[in-house]
């Protein structure tokens, strides 16, 4: 995934990630959601700030914080409110407003691959399925078309998406399907 990330500019990222988000809000999940879980990006990842300062003031928004092995999902209120954290992501300063478990309707979650079951293969150190195992709101993937692969590796404790929104539309489980 690295080397066909690096095929692409900064600049056709951003564009790529533009339409990917524009798919996303037009999601009935997306639109009726007021509580959102979803990620301040790497670089290399869907590209989210534009994207989280056009909604913070309409949605309540609210951004991992890593804690040892663990997220903590915190209010986003400005940009006031991040610091750099953990592996140089933006993330909420650990004072914030923590989202209850069974407050947030949709998370968003990036991922390196996913696969036509939904499948997501993250970095490898577990943060998102442990948070994901706590959270009953509909699991969102987001990622380049690039990243949409037939098959990925998966261990009893991954959590599968409910949706994958990519540049070419929005799937889930029963619809992807790959050329």
């Given at each position: 995934m690295a080397a066909k990330k690096s095929a692409f500019t900064g600049t056709e990222l951003?564009?790529?990630?533009?339409?990917?988000?524009?798919r996303l809000?037009?999601?009935p999940l997306f639109q009726s959601a007021e509580r959102v879980a979803l990620y301040h990006a790497l670089p290399g990842?869907?590209?989210?700030?534009?994207?989280?300062?056009r909604w913070y003031?309409?949605?309540?928004?609210?951004l991992p914080l890593v804690e040892g092995d663990n997220l903590r999902l915190l209010r986003y209120t400005g940009p006031e409110s991040l610091r750099k954290g953990a592996f140089g992501i933006w993330e909420p300063k650990p004072d914030g407003e923590e989202a209850e478990e069974d407050e947030i309707?949709?998370?968003?979650?990036?991922?390196?691959?996913?696969?036509?079951?939904?499948?997501?293969?993250?970095r490898g150190r577990?943060?998102?399925d442990r948070l994901l195992s706590s959270l009953h709101a509909p699991k969102v993937g987001i990622c380049f078309d690039f990243q949409l692969v037939?098959?990925?590796?998966?261990?009893?404790?991954?959590?599968?998406?409910?949706?994958?929104?990519a540049e070419r539309g929005i799937y889930s489980i029963n619809e992807i399907g790959y050329r």
């Open positions: 951003l564009d790529r990630s533009a339409l990917i988000l524009n809000e037009e999601c990842e869907v590209q989210t700030a534009a994207f989280i300062e003031l309409r949605k309540q928004l609210f309707e949709l998370i968003i979650v990036p991922g390196v691959a996913f696969d036509a079951q939904c499948h997501r293969l993250g577990g943060f998102y037939p098959f990925v590796p998966v261990e009893p404790f991954d959590r599968q998406m409910d949706y994958v929104v």
